[in-house]
């Protein structure tokens, strides 16, 4: 117990000054190197002030001193502890090539799942037309798919003939606004797994609607090379970047709802995350990529490109992608946790 | 420091407990509105000075825009709470910062997934869903920090208590008579010497008129608690009998 208050607050303020000294210095500076004298010397004065906070429990003005203490020994703990729970750094390439594909197979049963509620979308989005014709409008609500399938191939087609060239009139700008508006919906389709993964399934599904309807209004229509030279190039990429999106928020559903996993909710949390960023980090990879291929590649058709050549390049990019997550990673093993 | 929200607790590996004011909901509306003002200000900045550039190749500014502002909107916090140790511009100005829920500095898949799933608390409109997920947490977590486990945390600074108001500034004629010294260590109940500290603690932030009352009651409880003779306390104020007392009461028998 502390029995003469001035003589402690006087013996030991001069070790809170310094502390408080230091650590602004370094929270002044985020980008500064902190040498390792400091760094001892910081921890030393952390434990110091540390056993003054408890010893201010008995304190007679516990509230102003403990406060004091209080703030200053949260500063230096989170600092102090930062020190030693420094990240690993972070390799592009190997990231790339090894980690991206083992978190996509390590999380399979999330992917298969978005990829099954995609696929039921388009099914259910195809079957909707099929059925009902008349309902084009509200499964395609895009004004660029109210055209007829048969008037919009005839019109594309005569604008390449016509020497119709979007990449110097309006490409960059065309790929730049599909990219973002492709991440939003591969960043929303994660951030609904926070809805237990409804919100995630439900965003798959109205996609895989919505791309079932154009692919059988395309295939009814008899336009089905035209289909599949315009949608494989790109959709080869952008498809399974979305399906990535939904891979990480059924990730982060997963571990809110513990699926079997007897852990506390922060520690599957806290598992999982760098999964879900690796997802995430992997589709927009590919939204990039496909955001070029669909404005300098797939608005180009015949006479131009043949549109055997764009289905061939949407097929080989098709197969890659496949092995490259199927394989990437495996001569690696598992990361170290 | 007075805070009338909630706390965090946190235990340290040493086995010390203190706790974080955490922020609350208007707070953390207004740290926000200040971030949107700097983001716009960042993609105002963004297409002043790509317009120079328009009448040459405005495919590629109209890209270049499209991207960047996108990117500064997605990455602003992300930017900023990873190299600025939980604060943005915001919440420098608000006096917040976002820790780890166990008190510790973010890491930075938790600044990343944070925001990441700001889009859900944003739902429908003016962070409506992070709202009534704030007040229904325990520690005011919106989705993106219980995704995290993170907090929003105050951070205003809190100074030392003035000690040098409990130093007698004349001579403590209580330190001649052990024995009252004593008398008064048994007597006085430990909370009103408590209360006596806190009051010359806090005695610049009082009104005069108020100051001299206090002071006046409580020399007077002293007197009688401690049966001080009336040589002691004659000729001294109310204000200085009680910084006697404080310093006999609390001072290590010698």
């Given amino acids: 117990m502390i029995v003469d208050l001035r003589r402690f607050l006087e013996r030991r303020r001069p070790l809170w000054e310094e502390l408080d000294r230091r650590l602004r210095a370094v929270e002044a500076d985020p980008f500064a190197r902190i040498g390792l004298d400091d760094i001892r010397r910081l921890h030393d004065l952390y434990e110091q002030v540390a056993a003054d906070l408890a ?63 995609f696929g039921a979308g388009v099914l259910l989005g195809g079957a909707a037309l099929l059925a009902d014709p008349s309902a084009r409008s509200h499964l395609m609500p895009f004004d660029h798919l109210q055209l007829h399938p048969a008037e919009r ?54 996609n895989g609607v919505v791309l079932g309807a154009v692919c059988v209004d395309f295939v009814v229509a ?46 599957r949390l806290a598992a999982a995350g760098p999964d879900i960023l690796s997802l995430l980090g992997g589709a927009a990879v590919l939204l990039v990529w496909a955001a070029g291929l669909e404005a300098f590649l797939s608005q180009y058709h015949e006479p131009i490109l043949p549109y055997g050549l764009k289905i061939a390049i949407g097929l080989m990019q098709t197969a890659g992608l496949a092995a490259w997550l199927a394989f990437g990673g495996r001569w690696a093993g598992r990361p170290a946790p | 420091m007075i805070h009338d929200g909630r706390w965090l607790e946190v235990e340290t590996p040493e086995g010390v407990v203190f706790s974080l004011p955490l922020a609350g909901p208007v707070a953390r509306f207004l740290a926000w509105q200040i971030d949107l003002a700097a983001i716009a200000a960042v993609a105002t900045a963004i297409a002043y000075l790509t317009r120079w550039a328009w009448d040459l190749l405005p495919d590629t500014v109209a890209a270049v825009n499209y991207v960047a502002i996108f990117v500064v909107a997605a990455g602003y916090h992300m930017l900023l709470e990873w190299r600025w140790r939980g604060a943005t511009i915001g919440k420098r100005a608000l006096r917040l910062r976002v820790v780890d829920r166990r008190g510790l500095r973010l890491s930075p898949v938790q600044v990343v997934l944070r925001n990441l799933l700001r889009p859900v608390d944003q739902l429908p409109l003016f962070n409506l869903v992070g709202g009534v997920a704030m007040g229904l947490s325990r520690h005011a977590q919106r989705l993106g920090d219980l995704g995290a486990n993170t907090v929003v945390v105050r951070v205003a600074p809190v100074p030392l208590p003035p000690v040098e108001h409990l130093t007698p500034p004349r001579y403590n004629s209580l330190r001649d008579r052990p024995h ?21 603690l806090r005695r610049d932030e009082m009104d005069a008129a108020a100051r001299v009352e206090l002071f006046r009651e409580m020399a007077a409880a002293l007197r009688q608690w401690g049966a001080l003779p009336p040589e002691l306390t004659a000729g001294r104020s109310d204000e200085q009998i009680v910084r006697n007392v404080v310093d006999s009461y609390f001072r290590a028998p010698s």
Avoid: C, K
């Fill in chain 1, 55 to 117: 010893d201010a429990r008995e304190l007679a003005v516990r509230t102003e001193v403990r406060d004091h203490l209080e703030a200053l020994v949260a500063r230096a703990y989170a600092l102090v502890y930062a020190l030693e729970e420094t990240p690993a750094r972070f390799r592009p390439l190997r990231w790339l090539a090894a980690e991206l594909p083992q978190a996509v197979r390590r999380r399979a049963r999330a992917g298969v799942t978005a990829a099954a509620a």
């Fill in chain 1, 153 to 206: 191939v005839l019109a594309e087609e005569r604008q390449m003939r016509a020497g119709g060239d979007l990449a110097g009139e309006q490409a960059g700008s065309f790929a730049a606004m599909l990219l973002v508006n492709n991440v939003r919906v591969s960043l929303l389709a994660a951030a609904l797994g926070m809805t237990f993964g409804a919100g995630t399934l439900a965003l798959l599904l109205y």
């Fill in chain 1, 222 to 267: 008899g336009q089905t090379a035209f289909l599949a030279g315009w949608l494989l190039p790109h959709g080869s990429v952008e498809i399974p970047a979305i399906l990535l999106g939904g891979q990480a928020g059924l990730v982060l559903a997963s571990a809110l709802l513990g699926d079997g996993d007897r852990r506390r909710r922060v520690d």
């Fill in chain 2, 180 to 200: 009252i010294e004593a008398r008064l260590r048994r007597a006085v109940p430990p909370a009103a010497a408590v209360l006596a500290v806190r009051a010359l």
